[in-house]
């Protein structure tokens, strides 16, 4: 993806839905509520090394905010978070530009990224698709179990790196890509975007087109 004329938000994860087409077709879709974003900061590659814009989202109050943060970014706002996108070119924006949901229109494709749902602790079978044991041969107990994970024939007989295995689940940051805009909803702060997208209702999204 060329990062130059990239559009770029910040939302929060509402709840998915169905709406129809025009031909009469029900589509699932995802309703990312989108609170003005606020520029917080402009990096160049004369200064910093490279170009990105930096956003802020969300609103908090005041006594939750380290100074720090407070000192970055001054009378902007309270922002719940700061997000960073890297640019092929110098950034268009200015300091303290608001981005809304007019940055997308109806058909435009984006990838967004968020972090999963935890899941917990989970076996092989739910957490890497195995298929587990048969119950022929004498196998009572054996129909979620792992099998082998190898001996002297295989890694010098020690278990070899990243062997699928239990483990936490989910909780990972993940990227879906060539999903659709359905809809904008200027009025609301709202996208409506086709098919699902990472994370839980209330997970922080980055859309990107």
């Known amino acids: 993806m060329s990062y130059l004329n ?3 938000l910040l939302g929060t994860k509402v709840h998915m839905t169905q709406v129809w087409d025009e031909r009469g077709d029900a589509r699932p ?3 990312v509520s989108v ?3 606020v ?3 402009i990096k160049t590659a004369e200064k910093d090394g ?3 814009v930096q956003l802020g989202w969300g609103s908090r109050k005041p006594k939750n905010i380290n100074k720090p943060m407070k000192g970055h970014t001054k009378e902007l706002g309270n922002f719940m978070g700061l997000r960073e996108w890297r640019l092929d070119a110098p950034a268009t924006q200015n300091i303290g530009d608001k981005l809304g949901v007019d940055v997308f229109k109806t058909g435009d494709v ?3 990224s968020g972090i999963s749902k935890g899941k917990g602790f989970q076996g092989v079978v739910k957490r890497h698709g195995f298929h587990g044991g048969s119950r022929t041969h004498g196998q009572k107990h054996s129909e979620r179990e792992p099998g082998a994970i190898g001996g002297g024939a295989r890694a010098g007989g020690r278990v070899a790196k990243g062997m ?3 483990g936490r689940m989910g909780g990972e940051r993940i990227t879906v ?3 659709r805009v359905v809809q904008v909803v200027p009025e609301e702060n709202l996208l409506l975007i086709g098919g699902a997208v990472p994370g839980k209702r209330g997970t922080i999204l980055e859309i990107r087109g």
């Open 6 to 8: 990239m559009k770029f």
């Open 29 to 31: 879709v995802t309703v």
């Open 35 to 37: 609170s003005p974003n």
């Open 39 to 41: 520029v917080t900061q």
């Open 50 to 52: 490279y170009n990105a």
């Open 110 to 112: 984006v990838a967004i």
């Open 164 to 166: 699928r295995m239990a």
């Open 177 to 179: 890509q060539n999903l």
